[in-house]
């Protein structure tokens, strides 16, 4: 194309693309020629259309031309703008009908992109590591590859122009309506999402790339997983549906949070490197319908350290794993001292107890939890009984939680556990009912210093520049550590100790501060009382006697300085001539 302009001193001129400037005694000139911007484009012709091979301009706003010499562009080509960074949108012209594969793969800083309404294909990766925040696909397009737009994390919707398209958006899930395949996952922000009933198959690669994919639901209509299907999303558990038979190729490929996944006994195949990377994955019961299992379906799951197969011993060349035991039910077949490169062991099916609930002391009014721990690849049920025949609970609920706990509820407990293939008890955990003693927690200051002297504890509420402090008591030492308590109700949320003493000491001093058991004694002044503790967990005739405490009033308190550092104490009180 040949432009001719003329320019004079002071006068206007009109440019074929609409656009003034003016000449004067300093002349700006503004002007886009088509020739320039064909230049930008590296490109080939095939059968008089114009294939884009590539750009070489400055990047930005990128508008690809329609023509180039007189000939249309029909086609972006492969990898045609392939990691050109700088490119911050694109506009598609009408003419093209078709975008190729990787066409705009890691074009980190595009994030608009207009498709002409004329493109019937978009190949494999085209728009894959895009910053795009949303993507219009027109009514035309007929044929969409995998992955387009893998790893776009600023994704946030997908918008289909027609409702006669061959493509359909539901909660922002790209999916093919004739085939009922789904496609495409916008860039990891969908957190959880809910297959169609109409959906009978998950494309290649259709959520490769959502790490914000945490929950999937998958209907029985869904019949197969493609090649990486979820490769590098972010499941943390998956029920697979009875209808799939086959786990394909790196379906589950560098699923990185999955801590759980079910399979169902109607899968025969699990492929290659089908759980690849799944780091999170403890433990996979394995059907005893699967007869083979791909190289490396668990490779480089390192904290994979148990299989248990419910069949007989499928076919397989590795399984690629360091710390795994393979684990095989009894009756089964074809089990050596290794499977798959791994030691095997026989399943031991049945519950295994490993804490049983512990026999324990109460006072009545208060209240009383009893625990089990126990382990088994089989969902566990649990029945609590009381004297082995009062059932008190049955479900899931590994605890027993008695709130306001009575004298008629002393007596031995126990728990059943449950699956499917049999049932432990546990031994009686015995629980004692006891009288209430009336005690609460005080704090006691413990000095520490010369025999003999005579030592004052003082407390203050804050330490301010100048806080206040006010006597709490005086302590004689007579060799041992004294106690001088606070019985201050109610006490505020903080306090702070201090001791002094004139002089010099003899023996450097030191504080110690512990919340002692402050217990009430009452009887007949005159008379005596025997205070005996009791641990709260353990035997329950495991009484200690404290002391033997004469009263000088109808209720006084005893201080069992003894108790801090021990397990938790009970108490009782026993009257004395």
């Not at 949108?89 to 975008?99: G, R």
């Not at 399979?263 to 990377?277: H, L, M, R």
């Not at 010369?450 to 203050?460: E, I, M």
């Not at 217990?519 to 200690?544: C, E, F, M």
Request: charged letters at 10%; a neutral charge; glycine letters at 8%.
């Amino acid at each position: 194309m040949n432009t001719n302009i003329t320019f004079s001193k002071g006068s206007w001129i009109q440019l074929n693309q609409h656009r003034a400037v003016r000449a004067g005694m300093l002349l700006l000139l503004l002007l886009t020629l088509p020739g320039v911007v064909q230049a930008q484009f590296t490109y080939t012709n095939n059968n008089s259309t114009i294939t884009i091979t590539g750009y070489t301009g400055p990047g930005g706003a990128v508008t690809i031309p329609s023509v180039i010499n007189g000939l249309p562009v029909t086609t972006i080509g492969v990898s045609a703008f392939y990691n050109l960074y700088n490119i911050t949108s694109v506009t598609i012209p009408t003419s093209v009908t078709s975008i190729k594969q990787r066409a705009f793969d890691h074009c980190i800083g595009l994030t608009s992109v207009t498709i002409g309404n004329s493109v019937t294909n978009i190949g494999d990766y085209a728009f894959q590591n895009c910053s795009l925040t949303s993507v219009t696909i027109p009514a035309s397009v007929t044929s969409i590859g995998k992955g387009p737009l893998n790893f776009c994390t600023n994704l946030m919707a997908i918008t289909v122009e027609a409702l006669n398209s061959a493509y359909s958006s539901v909660d922002g899930v790209l999916f093919n309506k004739s085939q009922v395949t789904l496609i495409q996952c916008p860039g990891g922000k969908v957190g959880s999402y809910a297959v169609p009933n109409s959906v009978t198959s998950i494309a290649d690669w259709a959520f490769h790339g959502c790490p914000s994919l945490s929950n999937i639901m998958i209907p029985n209509s869904v019949t197969n997983f493609g090649q990486g299907a979820f490769e590098y999303c972010g499941l943390t558990s998956l029920m697979i549906p009875n209808s799939i038979t086959s786990i394909g190729i790196e379906t589950f490929c560098a699923c990185w949070s999955l801590t759980n996944v079910m399979i169902p006994n109607s899968v025969t195949d699990i492929g290659q490197e089908a759980f690849y990377e799944c780091t999170r994955l403890t433990s996979v019961t394995i059907p005893a319908s699967v007869t083979n299992i791909g190289a490396g379906a668990f490779t480089s799951c390192d904290n994979l350290t148990e299989l248990y197969f419910e069949g007989n011993a499928p076919s397989t060349s590795s399984l690629y794993l360091n710390n795994a035991t393979v684990y095989y039910s009894p009756g089964t077949t074809g089990w050596g001292p290794t499977f798959g490169g791994c030691p095997t062991a026989l399943w031991t099916q049945v519950p295994t107890i490993q804490t049983p609930p512990q026999t324990q002391t109460a006072e009545a009014t208060s209240a009383v939890g009893l625990r089990v721990k126990a382990s088994s690849p089989l969902p566990l049920f649990y029945f609590w009984y009381l004297n082995h025949t009062n059932l008190l609970s049955s479900g899931t609920n590994w605890q027993l939680d008695l709130p306001n706990v009575q004298f008629a509820q002393s007596g031995a407990y126990t728990v059943e556990i449950r699956n499917e293939l049999g049932t432990v008890t546990s031994v009686p955990a015995i629980l004692n009912v006891i009288a209430p003693v009336e005690r609460r927690p005080v704090p006691g200051v413990k000095v520490t210093g010369a025999t003999a002297s005579l030592w004052n504890v003082d407390y203050a509420d804050s330490l301010t520049p100048a806080p206040t402090w006010t006597p709490l008591g005086s302590v004689n030492l007579t060799g041992t550590p004294q106690y001088c308590f606070d019985l201050t109700l109610p006490l505020p949320p903080q306090r702070f100790y201090r001791g002094w003493q004139t002089g010099t000491p003899g023996v450097v001093p030191s504080l110690d501060l512990h919340l002692v058991p402050a217990i009430t004694l009452t009887g007949s002044i005159g008379h005596s009382v025997r205070l005996d503790y009791i641990n709260q967990y353990g035997p329950i005739d495991a009484w200690a006697t404290l002391a033997t405490v004469p009263l000088t009033n109808t209720s006084q308190l005893y201080f069992d300085i003894s108790a801090p550092g021990q397990p938790p104490r009970l108490y009782r009180l026993v009257p004395s001539p």
